[in-house]
Protein backbone atom coordinates (compact mmCIF):
# COMPACT_ATOMS: atom_id res chain seq x y z
CA UNK A 1 0.00 0.00 0.00
CA UNK A 2 1.10 3.33 -1.02
CA UNK A 3 2.46 5.72 1.46
CA UNK A 4 -0.69 8.51 2.49
CA UNK A 5 -3.11 5.76 0.57
CA UNK A 6 -6.07 5.59 2.44
CA UNK A 7 -6.19 2.15 4.25
CA UNK A 8 -8.22 -0.30 2.46
CA UNK A 9 -11.82 -1.90 4.21
CA UNK A 10 -11.94 -5.46 4.32
CA UNK A 11 -14.65 -7.30 5.32
CA UNK A 12 -14.13 -10.93 6.51
CA UNK A 13 -17.15 -13.48 6.82
CA UNK A 14 -16.43 -16.30 9.34
CA UNK A 15 -13.79 -14.51 10.81
CA UNK A 16 -14.12 -15.56 14.05
CA UNK A 17 -11.58 -18.80 14.10
CA UNK A 18 -10.01 -20.75 11.44
CA UNK A 19 -8.93 -19.48 7.99
CA UNK A 20 -11.15 -16.61 8.63
CA UNK A 21 -9.00 -15.47 11.73
CA UNK A 22 -5.95 -15.53 9.98
CA UNK A 23 -7.16 -13.86 6.92
CA UNK A 24 -8.29 -10.86 9.21
CA UNK A 25 -5.42 -10.92 11.16
CA UNK A 26 -2.94 -10.84 7.96
CA UNK A 27 -5.01 -8.15 6.19
CA UNK A 28 -4.93 -5.54 9.07
CA UNK A 29 -1.16 -6.10 9.37
CA UNK A 30 -0.70 -4.71 5.62
CA UNK A 31 -2.78 -2.71 6.55
CA UNK A 32 -6.09 -2.90 5.72
CA UNK A 33 -8.75 -1.89 8.09
CA UNK A 34 -10.78 -5.14 8.35
CA UNK A 35 -14.97 -6.02 9.14
CA UNK A 36 -14.99 -9.31 11.65
CA UNK A 37 -17.92 -10.77 10.78
CA UNK A 38 -19.25 -13.60 13.36
CA UNK A 39 -22.64 -16.18 13.46
CA UNK A 40 -22.59 -16.83 17.22
CA UNK A 41 -19.32 -16.51 18.90
CA UNK A 42 -18.63 -13.30 20.11
CA UNK A 43 -15.92 -13.56 22.72
CA UNK A 44 -13.91 -15.41 19.56
CA UNK A 45 -14.79 -12.89 17.32
CA UNK A 46 -13.46 -10.28 20.33
CA UNK A 47 -10.23 -12.00 20.75
CA UNK A 48 -9.51 -11.78 16.86
CA UNK A 49 -10.59 -8.31 16.98
CA UNK A 50 -8.31 -7.17 20.16
CA UNK A 51 -5.53 -9.14 18.40
CA UNK A 52 -4.98 -7.05 15.39
CA UNK A 53 -2.39 -4.57 14.54
CA UNK A 54 -3.91 -0.88 13.28
CA UNK A 55 -7.05 0.81 14.19
CA UNK A 56 -10.64 0.78 12.44
CA UNK A 57 -11.26 -2.48 12.73
CA UNK A 58 -15.08 -3.81 13.68
CA UNK A 59 -17.43 -6.17 15.14
CA UNK A 60 -20.10 -7.28 12.43
CA UNK A 61 -23.24 -10.51 13.93
CA UNK A 62 -25.25 -12.00 11.09
CA UNK A 63 -26.33 -15.40 9.95
CA UNK A 64 -24.89 -16.24 6.48
CA UNK A 65 -27.87 -18.14 6.00
CA UNK A 66 -30.57 -15.87 6.33
CA UNK A 67 -31.06 -13.09 3.46
CA UNK A 68 -32.14 -10.63 5.74
CA UNK A 69 -29.25 -10.45 7.78
CA UNK A 70 -27.14 -10.35 4.85
CA UNK A 71 -28.44 -7.33 3.49
CA UNK A 72 -28.13 -6.20 6.83
CA UNK A 73 -24.41 -7.22 7.71
CA UNK A 74 -23.96 -5.28 4.66
CA UNK A 75 -25.36 -2.55 5.34
CA UNK A 76 -23.86 -2.09 8.68
CA UNK A 77 -20.49 -2.62 7.12
CA UNK A 78 -20.93 -0.05 4.16
CA UNK A 79 -22.57 2.48 6.59
CA UNK A 80 -19.52 1.88 9.01
CA UNK A 81 -16.74 1.76 6.46
CA UNK A 82 -18.33 4.44 3.88
CA UNK A 83 -16.53 2.16 1.14
CA UNK A 84 -15.83 -1.69 1.15
CA UNK A 85 -13.24 -2.49 -1.44
CA UNK A 86 -13.21 -6.17 -0.85
CA UNK A 87 -15.61 -8.85 0.62
CA UNK A 88 -13.85 -12.50 1.25
CA UNK A 89 -16.40 -15.00 1.73
CA UNK A 90 -15.43 -17.84 4.18
CA UNK A 91 -18.10 -18.64 6.35
CA UNK A 92 -19.20 -22.11 5.30
CA UNK A 93 -21.09 -24.67 7.25
CA UNK A 94 -19.96 -28.59 6.46
CA UNK A 95 -22.06 -31.71 8.02
CA UNK A 96 -21.53 -35.60 7.25
CA UNK A 97 -24.98 -36.97 5.65
CA UNK A 98 -23.94 -40.06 3.82
CA UNK A 99 -27.00 -40.80 1.06
CA UNK A 100 -26.90 -44.74 2.16
CA UNK A 101 -27.01 -43.79 6.35
CA UNK A 102 -28.95 -40.74 6.52
CA UNK A 103 -32.64 -40.18 7.09
CA UNK A 104 -34.79 -38.39 4.24
CA UNK A 105 -35.64 -35.35 6.98
CA UNK A 106 -31.85 -35.23 8.56
CA UNK A 107 -30.69 -35.18 4.47
CA UNK A 108 -32.95 -32.51 3.44
CA UNK A 109 -32.25 -30.68 6.54
CA UNK A 110 -28.17 -30.84 5.55
CA UNK A 111 -28.46 -29.65 1.97
CA UNK A 112 -30.87 -27.21 3.44
CA UNK A 113 -28.54 -25.65 5.80
CA UNK A 114 -25.58 -26.14 3.77
CA UNK A 115 -26.03 -24.46 0.21
CA UNK A 116 -28.45 -21.53 2.27
CA UNK A 117 -24.33 -20.81 4.28
CA UNK A 118 -22.50 -21.89 1.70
CA UNK A 119 -23.95 -20.85 -1.61
CA UNK A 120 -27.01 -18.40 -1.39
CA UNK A 121 -24.93 -16.27 1.69
CA UNK A 122 -21.81 -15.54 -0.47
CA UNK A 123 -23.81 -15.20 -3.58
CA UNK A 124 -26.37 -12.39 -1.79
CA UNK A 125 -23.42 -10.68 0.16
CA UNK A 126 -22.00 -10.25 -3.51
CA UNK A 127 -24.56 -9.42 -4.81
CA UNK A 128 -24.86 -6.03 -2.32
CA UNK A 129 -21.01 -5.78 -2.83
CA UNK A 130 -21.01 -5.44 -6.52
CA UNK A 131 -23.60 -2.87 -6.67
CA UNK A 132 -21.77 -0.71 -4.29
CA UNK A 133 -18.18 -1.39 -5.97
CA UNK A 134 -19.69 -1.74 -9.81
CA UNK A 135 -20.75 2.06 -8.69
CA UNK A 136 -18.53 3.33 -6.87
CA UNK A 137 -15.06 2.27 -9.36
CA UNK A 138 -14.02 -0.99 -8.75
CA UNK A 139 -13.65 -3.41 -5.73
CA UNK A 140 -12.96 -7.47 -4.92
CA UNK A 141 -14.64 -10.45 -4.29
CA UNK A 142 -12.60 -13.71 -2.77
CA UNK A 143 -14.85 -16.64 -2.38
CA UNK A 144 -13.40 -19.57 -0.27
CA UNK A 145 -14.28 -22.83 -2.02
CA UNK A 146 -12.51 -26.55 -1.98
CA UNK A 147 -11.22 -29.00 -2.95
CA UNK A 148 -14.02 -31.48 -2.36
CA UNK A 149 -15.42 -29.06 -5.32
CA UNK A 150 -13.55 -31.13 -8.06
CA UNK A 151 -12.89 -34.39 -5.94
CA UNK A 152 -16.44 -35.58 -4.45
CA UNK A 153 -17.10 -35.58 -0.92
CA UNK A 154 -18.70 -38.74 -0.49
CA UNK A 155 -19.84 -38.40 3.01
CA UNK A 156 -20.93 -34.64 2.72
CA UNK A 157 -22.51 -34.29 -1.26
CA UNK A 158 -23.82 -30.74 0.03
CA UNK A 159 -20.76 -29.54 1.08
CA UNK A 160 -18.83 -30.57 -1.95
CA UNK A 161 -22.12 -29.62 -4.24
CA UNK A 162 -22.51 -25.74 -2.61
CA UNK A 163 -18.54 -25.29 -3.24
CA UNK A 164 -18.76 -26.81 -6.96
CA UNK A 165 -21.64 -24.18 -7.25
CA UNK A 166 -19.55 -21.42 -5.40
CA UNK A 167 -16.82 -21.92 -7.93
CA UNK A 168 -19.26 -21.50 -10.56
CA UNK A 169 -21.10 -18.65 -9.36
CA UNK A 170 -17.56 -16.76 -8.86
CA UNK A 171 -16.94 -17.26 -12.66
CA UNK A 172 -20.38 -16.08 -13.78
CA UNK A 173 -19.61 -12.81 -11.54
CA UNK A 174 -16.12 -12.35 -12.72
CA UNK A 175 -17.12 -12.46 -16.16
CA UNK A 176 -20.92 -10.34 -15.71
CA UNK A 177 -18.31 -7.73 -13.37
CA UNK A 178 -15.34 -7.39 -14.84
CA UNK A 179 -16.29 -4.26 -17.09
CA UNK A 180 -17.09 -2.48 -13.90
CA UNK A 181 -14.02 -3.29 -12.39
CA UNK A 182 -14.85 -5.46 -9.91
CA UNK A 183 -12.84 -8.32 -9.76
CA UNK A 184 -13.57 -12.02 -8.31
CA UNK A 185 -11.22 -14.74 -6.74
CA UNK A 186 -11.83 -18.17 -5.87
CA UNK A 187 -9.40 -20.02 -3.64
CA UNK A 188 -9.75 -23.59 -2.74
CA UNK A 189 -8.13 -25.66 0.39
CA UNK A 190 -8.04 -28.81 0.90
CA UNK A 191 -7.53 -30.45 4.58
CA UNK A 192 -6.33 -27.38 6.56
CA UNK A 193 -4.83 -26.90 10.08
CA UNK A 194 -7.65 -25.22 11.75
CA UNK A 195 -9.48 -25.97 15.17
CA UNK A 196 -12.16 -27.77 12.99
CA UNK A 197 -10.06 -29.97 11.55
CA UNK A 198 -8.18 -30.80 14.62
CA UNK A 199 -10.46 -33.54 15.73
CA UNK A 200 -10.06 -35.46 12.58
CA UNK A 201 -6.51 -35.09 12.48
CA UNK A 202 -5.97 -36.43 15.65
CA UNK A 203 -8.62 -38.82 15.10
CA UNK A 204 -8.15 -42.38 13.34
CA UNK A 205 -8.80 -41.02 10.01
CA UNK A 206 -5.89 -38.66 10.92
CA UNK A 207 -3.22 -40.88 9.01
CA UNK A 208 -4.80 -41.70 5.90
CA UNK A 209 -5.72 -37.95 6.03
CA UNK A 210 -1.65 -36.86 6.15
CA UNK A 211 -0.99 -39.15 3.46
CA UNK A 212 -2.64 -37.95 0.82
CA UNK A 213 -0.49 -34.71 1.17
CA UNK A 214 3.13 -35.24 -0.34
CA UNK A 215 4.46 -32.44 1.86
CA UNK A 216 3.78 -35.04 4.47
CA UNK A 217 1.37 -32.63 6.40
CA UNK A 218 -1.79 -30.98 5.74
CA UNK A 219 -2.06 -26.95 4.58
CA UNK A 220 -1.71 -24.34 7.18
CA UNK A 221 -4.27 -21.50 7.93
CA UNK A 222 -1.98 -19.31 7.29
CA UNK A 223 -0.65 -20.05 3.67
CA UNK A 224 -4.34 -19.91 2.76
CA UNK A 225 -4.82 -16.33 4.40
CA UNK A 226 -1.88 -15.09 2.29
CA UNK A 227 -2.91 -16.70 -1.23
CA UNK A 228 -6.63 -14.72 -0.07
CA UNK A 229 -5.18 -11.88 1.04
CA UNK A 230 -3.02 -11.70 -2.51
CA UNK A 231 -6.17 -12.14 -4.55
CA UNK A 232 -8.05 -9.15 -1.98
CA UNK A 233 -5.31 -6.62 -2.28
CA UNK A 234 -2.48 -7.39 -5.00
CA UNK A 235 -3.94 -9.82 -7.61
CA UNK A 236 -4.02 -8.52 -11.39
CA UNK A 237 -7.32 -8.22 -12.74
CA UNK A 238 -6.07 -10.61 -15.44
CA UNK A 239 -6.48 -13.13 -13.03
CA UNK A 240 -10.22 -12.36 -11.99
CA UNK A 241 -12.36 -16.12 -12.58
CA UNK A 242 -9.26 -17.74 -11.47
CA UNK A 243 -10.31 -20.80 -9.02
CA UNK A 244 -6.38 -21.10 -6.99
CA UNK A 245 -5.71 -24.66 -5.84
CA UNK A 246 -4.01 -24.42 -2.49
CA UNK A 247 -3.95 -27.94 -1.07
CA UNK A 248 -0.61 -28.93 -1.10
CA UNK A 249 -0.87 -31.02 -4.15
CA UNK A 250 -3.14 -33.72 -2.29
CA UNK A 251 -5.48 -33.31 -4.97
CA UNK A 252 -4.29 -32.01 -8.67
CA UNK A 253 -6.62 -31.61 -11.76
CA UNK A 254 -6.11 -29.82 -15.15
Known sequence: MNKGAKPPCCLVTGASRGIGREIALQLAARGARVGVHYRENKAAAESVLSALPGAGHTLFKAD?????????????AAGCFGRV??????????REHPPLSTEYREWLDAWDQIIATNLRGPANLSYFAARAMGASGGGRIVNISSRGAFRGEPEAPAYGASKAALNSLSQSLAKALAPHGVLVY???????????????????RGG??????????????EEIARTVVFCALDAPAAMTGSVIDV??????RT
Open 64 to 76: MSDPGDVERLWTE
Open 85 to 94: DAVVNNAAAH
Open 186 to 204: CVAPGWVETEMAAEFLAGP
Open 208 to 221: EIRAQHPLGRVTRA
Open 247 to 252: NGASYL
